[in-house]
């Protein structure tokens, strides 16, 4: 039996993912597919309950599970507390201690969506990227990591940008692998002009590609540029692999073009144990905890719910499942149900369980 820990976390985070619950629960009693959940505290209410945002207890239980599924966390709450007890920082305590190194981030633009985006619909329409974004290294995590107080009265703040060749490895190839399964073209983005791990970056990828994948297309193009390119014409790209600091943004950016970053899901991955295969997985949606929403029944679980539709892709190997649920929320777009940031002229506006509902009949009707 497959064994899901689910971190809700704050704001919309307990809404969206109560109902991606609902969803699988749906997956467990209509498609044969065994799985048992348990919940854990993250972020700023486990910071509010046991005065740390990532508890021994939940990274224990993450490192156990078959797959963790997650909210969001944050909230103004909280910009007071000390760096490392904000709610940020047990989402990067999980990432960095299940070793989730490849960060998965699609940006589809449903047909049904195209005229939401704030990109003319031919340029969005059709498109299709994934952007794999290296997760557990650079200048998110480099040391030093201070600031500290000059002889002047100034302060300096430093934050290191660090790579190995074997970071660099590892995650050229998951990208590599993944494209081919689609389209097999890879554009790797650093900064190579003005930064030396982007010198690094380029010559890893390239050597990589060059001894294992040389049936994958693969181009070079700098950071800055790309996200240029992304507003230009997006469906150029087919797997963008980047860096931890330039995968935030371009992810970021790239999920703006589909018409809402309320849409779009991500697969967090570690290495597969050679032994018995198991890998660390944890899957979320790309928004953040929007507490101006929270609690309203408001939120787009649109994101979350493709998130599953990922875990059961990468995580339990049910593709047919995945196809399945990727087809029903665009089926329900299709036939013009929306939550507030998506909403249009004519559609139907529907909250947080509305939309789930019907991601629930079109599941059944699929079927």
């Known amino acids: 039996m497959a064994h899901i820990l689910l971190l809700p976390g704050d704001g919309i985070g307990p809404e969206v993912l109560d109902a991606t619950s609902r969803v699988l629960g749906w997956f467990t009693q209509n498609r044969n597919f065994a799985a048992s959940t348990e919940t854990a505290l993250v972020g700023g209410t486990a910071f509010e309950t046991l005065g740390t945002p990532a508890p021994d207890e939940t990274i224990a239980k993450a490192k ?3 797959a963790v599924l997650f ?30 190194f490849a960060n998965l981030r699609p940006a589809l633009c449903f047909d049904a969506l195209k005229d939401a985006s704030s990109l003319r619909p031919e340029i969005v329409a059709g498109l299709d990227i994934l952007i794999v974004r290296e997760l557990t290294g650079g200048v998110y995590f480099g040391e030093p990591k201070e600031i500290t107080d000059l002889p002047d009265g ?101 999920a703006q073009a589909t018409g809402s970053i309320g849409m779009l899901p991500s697969a967090s991955l570690g290495a597969k144990d050679p032994a018995t295969g198991k890998q660390a997985s944890l899957y979320e949606p790309v928004h953040g905890s929007a507490p101006d929403s929270a609690g309203q029944g408001l939120a787009n679980p649109i994101a979350c719910i493709l998130s ?20 029903a929320v665009e089926r329900v777009l299709a036939e013009g149900y929306r939550t507030g940031d998506i909403m249009q002229d004519g559609m139907t506006k529907v909250g947080t369980d509305g939309m789930t509902d019907a991601i629930l009949k079109a599941l059944a009707a699929l079927s």
């Not at 909280?78 to 920082?89: I, V, Y």
């Not at 181009?219 to 980047?242: E, G």
């Not at 599953?308 to 087809?327: G, I, N, P, Q, T």
């Open 64 to 66: 156990a599970a078959d």
């Open 308 to 327: 599953l539709a990922m875990a059961l892709r990468y995580s339990f190997a049910r593709v047919d499942d995945a196809v399945l649920l990727e087809k």
């Open 71 to 100: 909210g969001a966390v944050g909230g103004p709450q909280w910009d007071g507390l000390a760096f490392d007890k904000k709610p940020e920082r047990g989402l990067l305590r999980l990432r960095k201690d299940l070793e989730l």
């Open 154 to 254: 100034q302060k300096r703040a430093v934050d290191t940008q660090v790579y190995t060749t074997s970071e660099i490895e590892r995650i050229a190839r998951v990208a590599f692998e993944l494209a081919r399964l689609r389209g097999k073209r890879v554009a790797s983005a650093e900064k190579s002009n003005v930064m030396v791990t982007g010198v690094l970056w380029r010559q890893v990828v390239t050597r990589v590609h060059a001894a294992e994948f040389s049936d994958v297309e693969l181009t070079h193009i700098l950071a800055d540029n790309c996200a240029m390119q992304l507003v230009r014409n997006p469906k150029q790209f087919d797997v963008i692999v980047t860096d931890n600091l330039f995968g935030d943004i371009l992810s970021d950016e790239a």
